[in-house]
């Protein structure tokens, strides 16, 4: 697929296929929490969390989620540096966004750039469900040049094995 100029509409998965997480949901059990969030702009790292899940955002060295995990029972969903489209991180753009609402609510709006593709990246919380985090990307091409994206690939990663061994999380046990 190829994308023409300073499109302001973003690229959608059904353009780019299953690899592209637009709108990735985590949910699970069911007890109402208030969700946090905060960020520590000395070491970068941006933490949202809602009941029993936690996401950690490291922002020092460009956007990389690198943590998506399930505090109570220590399953790690996510354990590796995101994936970006040629293997970089993006550059922030600005400071991360933190809304938290009185109604329980939290949400952190990242603005980045990777070459021509401008990314906007949100997590956020609904105060309604618990224990889900919610991700929405939206990737633009800023330049002029039309982008080749068959390949394009973006989404959290999970190791599975370290070297002939399944790790805890992929093995069941």
């Known amino acids: 697929m190829r994308v023409k100029g300073n499109g302001a509409a973003a690229i959608t998965s059904g353009m ?19 969700a946090a969030v905060s960020y520590d702009q000395a070491s970068g790292r941006v933490q949202l969390t809602n009941g029993r899940l936690e996401l950690r955002v490291e922002t020092r060295n460009g956007l990389n989620p690198t943590t998506l995990r399930d505090t109570r ?19 922030l753009s600005s400071p991360p966004e933190i809304l938290q609402s009185a109604g329980g609510a939290a949400s952190v709006r990242f603005r980045a750039q990777l070459g021509s593709l401008g990314i906007t990246q949100l997590f956020s919380t609904r105060p309604d469900i618990a224990d889900a985090i919610s991700e929405t990307v939206t990737v633009a091409n800023t330049g002029s040049n039309r ?27």
Not at 21 to 27: D, E, G, L, N, T
Not at 73 to 91: F, H, K, L, M
Not at 147 to 173: C, N, P, Y
């Open 147 to 173: 982008l080749a994206t068959a390949d394009f690939r973006i989404g959290f990663a999970k190791t599975v094995r370290e070297g002939d061994t399944w790790t805890r999380d992929a093995d069941g046990e």
């Open 73 to 91: 029972a220590g399953t790690a969903y996510a354990d590796s540096d995101y994936v970006w489209p040629g293997g970089g991180r993006p550059a």
């Open 16 to 34: 780019l296929g299953l690899a592209l997480m637009i709108s990735q949901a985590f949910a699970f059990a069911a007890f109402a929490s208030e």
